[in-house]
């Protein structure tokens, strides 16, 4: 890790020239509830915005303005009101401004208390949080945030806490009880020496793509540590990433509890090309491999750093490699001032000869998504929409060896649920002032494993275990009906962090040939952040 940081310390330094136009620096946390209240600058058939890498900058020149907007929702700007007030409902807790910086600071709070019926179950949860962030001149930007979290869950939600030692989309902690107990936290610098580059060390996710879900790199894992260089050259914007993962289910090489879980790495390269105002394509490469194996430590890769080459012949130069490589497309087109059609395509693993047969191959893996989003549907402004379907063959993401999947601390870094599924989802959300409703619904198929058997949805899995050579299906082993179906209605009360009171409903069953399970949640809480916490599978 010291020889990573040494060099991306060097590289940051030899890039400092003096900063002209500096390119936007300031961390933009992402939320899907929250971005997509941009589609409209976003998806312009007038503008060219790099819309399927995130996180999006707050200083953008395309979002500075809107972003304004939401920060200072119902905000008093003759400041009448009095400091408690302002402080509860239009400031940062702490805020300090002065010529070449600033600091703010806030306390994120995430109480949450509700029923579930079919159990006749109290669920709760308590989080209370930090945030700090700001900038340092025109270059440099900051940011983390940290919660302390306790919670009782819905039984969906235990039974995989339970199973995957990890909390959806946040941390592992101490699950022995009904009272799960957990710490999560986040952590990024940004660096901008030129109007053409960004430098980012964090402690955080990265998403690609322009749907809810994405089957490149998505939110959905927890948080690692990973160095990311942005070049943005007007219409191709390139990115790298090259991340630390823990494994937190992979075989212990040693029974020495000093060495904790192991780690895996991750370079990940993603070029986006802005083809005309209306038309965008996008190609993502990936390959991981383990940082330990049997044989010694292997730690960081340097054949995998450079960033404007193919990875495939170097991953195939190490003879019989054991990393594992992932090829990808993006693209996207707007179809009108507010209806943009998008979709993504990745190849995990791919056999010529069998590709056409039809017969099923276990080794043709790929996986598909094919959506389309606007705004002010029905002419109704801030009505925002989403219709997209998912899918991904069975034993897509999966390696021979569990450390090399493409997963993070036993989640995937795709899709929620791994592979051998189809899924459709819809998402409705119309904002009234502070007033904010949100509906989502989904349906999906996939089969589960039997006791003993690899179907191939359990991305965890080692593929050498597959059922069959052939006859391959999505869905296949236990096949499976998901209905799930959530609304909200929250009450914004400081958008500088997104504090609201929260009113939730979920309907959740999963319904097999064994049985059904059923979830009925009501639940309201006083919450705030801004991000991403998927339990939508």
Known sequence: MKKIFAFCLSLMICAGIKAQDAT????????????????????D???????????YYADEPLLAARYGELMNLGVDSLQKRSWLRRKLTDEHLLNFKAEDYTIYADFLPDFQIGNEFEEGKNIWKNTRGYQVGGT???????????????????????????????????????????????SYVTANVSYTPNKYLNFTLAYDKNFIGDGYRSMLLSDVAANHSF?????????????TIFSYMLDNGAERLTA?????????????????????????????QAVTW??????????????????????????????????????????????????????????????????FSNKGYWANKWSAQLGIRGSDLFKTEAL????????????????YDRITSYTGMSQPLAHPMGANFRE???????????????????????????????????????????????????????????????????????????????????????KNELGSKNTQIVNIGLRSTFRNLYQDF
Do not use: C
Request: net charge positive; no cysteine; aromatic share 18%.
């Open 45 to 55: 058939p007038n503008t060219r915005m790099h819309s399927s890498i995130k996180n």
């Open 227 to 239: 160095f990311r260089m942005r070049a943005n050259l007007g219409n191709v914007q390139y990115q």
């Open 256 to 284: 020495d509890r000093r060495l904790g879980a192991r780690g895996k790495w991750n370079a990940m390269h993603y070029i986006d090309w802005n083809v005309s105002n209306r038309f965008s394509l996008g190609f993502f």
């Open 290 to 355: 383990s940082d330990v194996e049997k044989e010694g430590k292997r730690g960081f890769d340097f054949n995998y750093i450079h960033p404007f080459v193919f990875l495939r012949p170097i991953e195939g130069a190490n003879g019989n490699s054991p990393d594992k490589m992932r090829l990808g497309l993006n693209t996207k087109y707007e179809l009108s001032a507010k209806t943009v059609a998008y979709g993504q395509f990745m190849f995990d693993e791919f056999t010529a000869s069998e590709a």
């Open 384 to 399: 925002n929409y989403l219709v997209e379907f998912n899918t991904a063959r069975p034993y897509t993401y999966a390696h």
């Open 136 to 182: 340092v001149g025109k270059t440099f930007s900051f940011y983390t945030n940290g919660y302390e979290n306790q919670a009782v869950f819905a039984n969906y939600l235990t039974e995989f806490i339970n199973t995957n030692q990890v909390v959806p989309s946040e941390m592992s902690g101490k699950f022995e009880n009904e009272t799960k107990d957990w």
């Open 24 to 43: 936007p620096n300031q961390n933009l946390p992402y939320a899907f509830s929250f971005y997509q209240k941009f589609n409209k600058q976003v998806y």
């Open 424 to 510: 459709f989802l819809g998402i409705l959300n119309y904002s009234y002032k502070r007033f904010d409703f949100q509906l989502q619904g989904s349906y999906a198929q996939y089969g589960l494993d039997p006791a003993g058997l690899n179907y191939g949805k359990n991305i965890l899995l080692s593929y050498d275990v597959h059922v069959s050579d052939y006859g391959n299906t999505i869905a296949q082993g236990i096949k499976t009906n998901l209905y799930f179906g959530e609304a909200k209605a929250s009450y914004l009360l400081n958008p500088k962090y997104n504090l609201r009171i929260e009113l939730g409903g979920v309907y959740r069953q999963e």
